[in-house]
T-cell receptor, first 117, second 114 residues
């Protein structure tokens, strides 16, 4: 079974530029997450989708971050304009649903490492 | 609000030593899940275990064992006879049942030297 795919793996941009990350979850997984992991910290949820609807985006800085999951499969996360403090690894994860309820077991991609100069 | 505390930032051991990683959590929910994830240098978080708050039985899987104590809100992870390949950052996490967003601790970096 193919895992969660993310691209690009690495991105270096200057502040105020924009960047987009792409995620392809495990086939059949209805729930998709974007997490931000700053160096030395645990992952922090940015947004959670179930199919193509947003379940939780309370910690997404909406003035500069946006995410979408068209057709309930792939997802993109965009940052515009980027700030120095956005330097982090952006992790995508997906999770299956069992009897209509998320199982809670998340499968993570390798992440996209962003450096903002 | 949910909170997960991993007080140990970094642990160094020599191969074959046993090591315990501590995890303390806070939640107002009566039902919840607890998790451990491993993050090797490659960066991909790997699921290790999920426990339901109603199940306080300790679990053993090979060299790994988990001790869940609801009375002290702890979910500790022990690696027996550690190996160099166990070197990684280990995260404890918590979620509400039926709502799969995980709240992670800050992680414990485990360094196992030969």
């Amino acid at each position: 079974e193919a895992g969660v795919a993310q691209s690009p793996r690495y991105k270096i941009i200057e502040k105020r530029q924009s960047v987009a990350f792409w995620c392809n979850p495990i086939s059949g997984h209805a729930t998709l997450y974007w997490y931000q992991q700053i160096l030395g910290q645990g992952p922090k949820l940015l947004i959670q989708f179930q199919n193509n609807g947003v379940v939780d985006d309370s910690q997404l800085p909406k003035d500069r971050f946006s995410a979408e999951r068209l057709k309930g499969v792939d997802s993109t996360l965009k940052i515009q304009p980027a700030k120095l403090e956005d330097s982090a690894v952006y992790l995508c994860a997906s999770s299956p649903i069992l009897a209509g309820v998320p199982t809670g077991e998340l499968f993570f991609g390798e992440g996209s490492r962003l450096t903002v100069l | 609000a949910q909170k997960v505390t991993q007080a140990q930032t970094e642990i160094s051991v020599v191969e074959k030593e046993d090591v315990t990683l501590d995890c303390v959590y806070e939640t107002r929910d009566t039902t919840y899940y607890l998790f451990w994830y491993k993050q090797p240098p490659s960066g991909e978080l790997v699921f290790l275990i999920r426990r339901n708050s109603f199940d306080e039985q300790n679990e053993i899987s090979g060299r790994y064992s988990w001790n869940f104590q609801k009375s002290t809100s702890s979910f500790n992870f022990t690696i027996t006879a550690s190996q160099v390949v166990d070197s990684a950052v280990y995260f404890c996490a918590l979620s509400e049942v039926g709502y799969s967003t995980l709240t992670f601790g800050k992680g414990t970096m485990l360094l196992v030297s030969p």
